[in-house]
């Protein structure tokens, strides 16, 4: 159980990273990046091995009912619904609701985040938007497209302006983790996976776990963390992310702030914000 808990803490976190950086490695000893020297390379073997110690366990699939999240603003897009158990729905203050049937809970991405999930219209839409003719953005966008929708739920970009302008895309993810359980009665889950997550990854600094509740009363479990990366274009930065972990009917799901050490101050606020949004089914 720790093998398999610090491969998913690694997959989890290098979903994040992937396409953007090369992590746990010093600049003076970080090659020039070249094509055979991109990041799903270094990464391979770990996340197969996390994926066969997954998919072994994976339930067959049953009907879910539906949940219906806390309603929301009028004047609203028409839900987008794909084949992952889930609609993404286009506010009209710029933000975006997430419904996931699957794990039976709801969420709203502000504005100035692109969420998208595999395999779907609003995933093939992005690629005609401004903001995709940056590089980073492209490779962040690509290295989601062969994941398992079943597990990423959802992937959010930041496409605020001047966001993305040292070859690091600040995203967010939703991971849905349904071969393990977490107790959040106690902080023991939490600290297990932390001790796990410098293991999985390497430079990486656990920086601080708590176990707390939203204002609304759902448990969670946090834990932020820091690491040295080097971007494909050869940028030393510090790699900041909060994990924030919340039981759902279907799973532990585990949702990631990356960024880096220069955005957080700005972005954090919109991630807790973000957070504050959750409802879950029978909690």
């Known amino acids: 159980m720790n093998n398999r808990r610090a491969l998913l803490a690694a997959l989890i976190l290098l979903t994040t990273v992937l396409a953007c ?15 055979d020297t991109r990041l799903e390379i270094m990464v391979a073997e770990t996340v197969t091995a996390a994926i066969e110690l997954t998919e072994q366990a994976v339930p067959s699939a049953t009907p879910i009912p539906t949940f219906t999240a806390t309603p929301q603003p009028t004047n609203t897009s028409t839900p987008e619904v794909n084949d992952s158990g889930s609609t993404l729905t286009k506010l009209e203050d710029g933000s975006a609701l ?34 995709l003719s940056n590089p980073s953005m492209q490779r962040s966008l690509s290295s989601i497209e062969k994941m398992d929708p079943d597990k990423l739920r959802l992937f959010a970009l930041d496409i605020q302006e001047g966001h993305a302008e040292i070859d690091f895309v600040t995203n967010i993810n939703f991971y849905l983790d349904q071969e393990n359980t977490m107790s959040l009665e106690n902080d023991e889950g939490v600290k297990a996976q932390a001790e796990a997550l410098p293991k999985a990854f390497a430079g ?34 510090e790699l900041f992310q909060k994990q924030v972990f919340i039981n759902s009917s279907a799973g532990v799901l585990i949702v990631t702030l990356s960024t880096t050490e220069e955005l957080k101050q700005e972005v954090l606020p919109q991630f807790d914000a973000m957070i504050e949004t959750l409802t879950v089914a029978n909690q």
Request: glycine share 6%; hydrophobic share 45%; net charge negative.
């Open 204 to 237: 990486l600094e656990v920086t601080a776990t708590e176990l707390t509740a939203t204002a609304s009363g759902i448990p969670i479990g946090v834990i932020t963390s820091k690491t040295p990366i080097t971007t494909l274009e050869g940028v030393s930065v």
């Open 21 to 35: 950086a090369v992590p746990g490695l010093p600049a003076a000893s970080q090659p020039a990046p070249t094509e």
């Open 98 to 131: 997430f419904v996931d049937d699957m794990a039976k809970y709801a969420v709203n991405v502000p504005d100035g985040w692109l969420p998208v999930r595999i395999n779907s219209q609003e995933y093939l839409e992005a690629w005609l938007l401004p903001e």
